[in-house]
């Protein structure tokens, strides 16, 4: 497909084509950056959106889904909020701008403009391949972030959170962030619309994590009812190092959420964890690729999913062991409760496994609440509306209350409660 062709461009293909020329004199860079992002885009305009034809994009077919791209809007209309987590350290970013970057001891944060502006991050302006039409997106038109750096040996105490605050209008960001050996931090990033205007929003965090390093990542999503979010979170992990990444979606329109991780050292750990809170008409997928690359590796994923309504979702999780990788250990699990006859979910896990000496396994199930264990609460006077939310929420809080930290579980408790008061 060709979008220069007009015939065949849709509407948010050409009017990609019309942003990146208005905003090609705006967007901030030096010369290998705006020669990377014109490689970028010319590989997106010639290869178009992707479509269900395209295998890993089966599921979600971007060029019938996206109908229309808004206008970019001044980043002024766009205002943070409170932390999820009280005492938490909040950095801003506002319509995908840098607002504050004052960092907790151990770790340094600088606007990822700076890397632009001096070329330094023209190397990570690059597609992961022919299907990786964010990278492609975010690439082209991305205008700022932050880039964060933990030092060799900090014990970050104290809740990291990027709030990606946007006001309908397109917001394009990128958090690379690097762990130091032996390292500890949580880090929450966190995207919202604080308007009723749609918005569009790319984003791409890019996790490197040293030797030793324990990391938890959490990605709130609650963008407004017509928004768009398309993003990757990007990992390399160290030898022994620890990675747990949780991911939240409640809001959104359209969503799709890449996750890629390569554990590049013995030892390495890699936990995720998701829920996906889907109602209305909204369409949301998570697409996982993991490839265990060296010896005596593990991981899991668990993925709970509550689709009202007649939303879809998706989950793709493809996990690949390479012929060195001996000794690894990797298990997934996709449970999905579909509350509606017109609800649909989209399960596809995949093994791809070239050594001989490891555990493998992956399961998905999916259901309706079961009526014995509604009837249980109702016979104690318990409402049936009120009843299929305890049920609900128990299922989802399951994989929630594994964290440790108390107030964290709370908060984030406290999101999928607040999802299902307005959905279920």
């Not at 991911?247 to 964890?273: C, M, P, S, Y």
């Not at 829920?275 to 369409?283: A, P």
């Not at 690949?320 to 449970?335: F, G, L």
Request: proline content about 3%.
């Amino acid at each position: 497909m060709n979008m220069q062709a007009a015939n065949r461009s849709t509407a948010a293909e050409t009017q990609l084509v019309e942003a990146y020329g208005a905003q090609l004199g705006e967007l901030p860079g030096d010369g290998a950056v705006l020669g990377a992002r014109d490689i970028l885009f010319d590989d997106l305009k010639k290869g178009g959106l992707p479509s269900r034809r395209i295998e890993s994009w089966h599921y979600t077919d971007l060029k019938t889904l996206l109908r229309a791209i808004p206008d970019a809007l001044p980043a002024k209309d766009a205002k943070g909020g409170a932390p999820l987590v009280e005492g938490s350290k909040v950095v801003e970013l506002r319509q995908g701008k840098s607002i504050d970057m004052h960092a907790p001891e151990g770790v340094t944060i600088t606007r990822y403009q700076q890397s632009l502006l001096e070329g330094t991050a023209a190397a990570g302006l690059v597609a992961r391949g022919d299907d990786d039409a964010i990278g492609r997106l975010n690439g082209s038109f991305v205008r700022d972030g932050y880039s964060l750096a933990v030092a060799d040996e900090a014990e970050v105490e104290q809740i990291i959170e990027i709030q990606a605050v946007q006001a309908g209008g397109q917001s394009h960001i990128r958090i690379p962030a690097s762990f130091g050996a032996g390292s500890k931090a949580t880090v929450i990033e966190r995207h919202f619309n604080t308007s009723e205007a749609e918005g569009l929003v790319s984003s791409v965090s890019d996790l490197v994590l040293g030797d030793g390093a324990e990391v938890l990542w959490i990605i709130v999503q609650q963008q407004g009812k017509g928004d768009t979010h398309l993003a990757q979170c990007k990992a390399s992990l160290g030898a022994n190092s620890r990675l747990k990444l949780f991911i939240i979606n409640a809001g959104g329109k359209l969503v799709r959420q890449e996750v890629h991780v390569a554990t590049a050292g013995e030892g390495a750990d890699f936990t995720l964890r998701g829920v996906n809170l889907l109602g209305g008409e909204s369409h949301t997928d998570v697409t996982m690729t993991l490839g265990h690359d060296v010896p005596n590796t593990t991981s899991t994923e668990i993925i709970r999913n509550v689709v009202f309504d007649k939303a879809r979702g998706v989950f793709q999780g493809q996990i690949r062991v390479a012929p060195d990788a001996q000794k690894t250990d990797a298990r997934m699990a996709c449970n999905t409760l579909l509350m509606s006859d017109d609800a649909e979910f989209s399960v596809k896990p995949e093994l791809e496994i070239f050594a001989d000496d490891v555990q493998c396994a992956h399961g998905a199930t999916v259901a309706d609440i079961l009526k014995t264990h509604l009837y249980y609460l109702m016979s104690r006077g318990i409402p049936e509306k009120k009843a299929r939310g305890l049920l609900i929420n128990a299922f989802v809080a399951e994989i929630v209350e594994e964290l440790e930290d108390e107030a964290l579980v709370e908060a984030l408790e406290g999101v999928i409660s607040n999802w299902l008061e307005h959905h279920g």
